[in-house]
């Protein structure tokens, strides 16, 4: 079993449509939990991090972490095209062994 | 705030030769991570600097990469000699305060070993 598993698409949407991108994990002691968006021939860069279990919301963007069942969750709401990236799960505990999903590709349409 | 800058962009390389990527990370940032991103996947950490000391390096090929952090500030990855499965993304994070997980990465350096 992977350490971080996740749906590598790709996922297209038409635009205005509310995306839900997923990551699973295998273990119990990752803390922090971050979703990167990466453009194409660009470096990732952080859209949410959680601590441990729970809701963030910021502007159209929800992240949601469920330690119980191991379980990520970023949704995005109203997509843009400009929305259209990879989106990579990540994880750690105190600074160390982050560990990145494979990333989902997700192209909303106009 | 300048972003991490990392360089070269490219490189085209044959087998069995060697390369060197340079990062500057952010001012201040006290650590600094190598990663490896091969197509399609997510990134591969290589090597965890704090300050000039390593914290992690337990996934480096030490037999062919190497990497260095001198002063504590610029970092060097080199690869000696390449193989074709060493081509990848080559991405430089720093971050200043550990655990939270904000990494700021560069832009990376692409290698294609022929």
């Known amino acids: 079993q992977k350490e971080v598993e996740q749906d590598p698409g790709p996922l297209s949407v038409p635009e205005g449509a509310i995306v839900s991108l997923n990551c699973t994990y295998s273990?119990?002691?990752?803390?922090?939990f971050m979703w990167y968006r990466q453009y194409s021939r660009k470096g990732p860069e952080l859209l949410m991090y959680?601590?441990?279990?729970g809701n963030k919301e910021d502007g159209r963007f929800t992240a949601q972490v469920d330690k119980s069942s191991k379980y990520i969750s970023l949704f995005i709401r109203d997509s843009q095209p400009s929305d259209s990236a990879t989106y990579l799960c990540?994880?750690?505990?105190?600074?160390?062994?982050?560990?990145f999903g494979p990333g989902t590709r997700l192209s909303v349409l106009p | 705030e300048a972003g991490v800058a990392q360089s070269p962009r490219y490189k085209i390389i044959e087998k069995r030769q060697s390369v060197a990527f340079w990062c500057n990370p952010i001012?201040?940032?006290?650590?600094l991570y190598w990663y490896q991103q091969i197509l399609g996947q997510g990134p591969k950490l290589l090597i965890q600097?704090?300050?000039?000391?390593?914290?992690?390096d337990s996934q480096l090929p030490k037999d062919r990469f190497s990497a260095e952090r001198l002063k504590g500030v610029d970092s060097t990855l080199k690869i000696q000699p390449a193989k074709l499965e060493d081509s990848a993304v080559y991405l430089c994070a720093s971050s200043s305060v550990r655990g939270t997980g904000e990494l700021f990465f560069g832009e990376g350096s692409r290698l294609t070993v022929l």
């Open positions: 959680t601590y441990s279990s």
């Open positions: 600097f704090q300050n000039n000391g390593v914290v992690d």
């Open positions: 990540a994880m750690t505990f105190y600074g160390q062994n982050f560990v």
């Open positions: 273990n119990s002691a990752f803390q922090y």
């Open positions: 001012s201040g940032h006290a650590t």
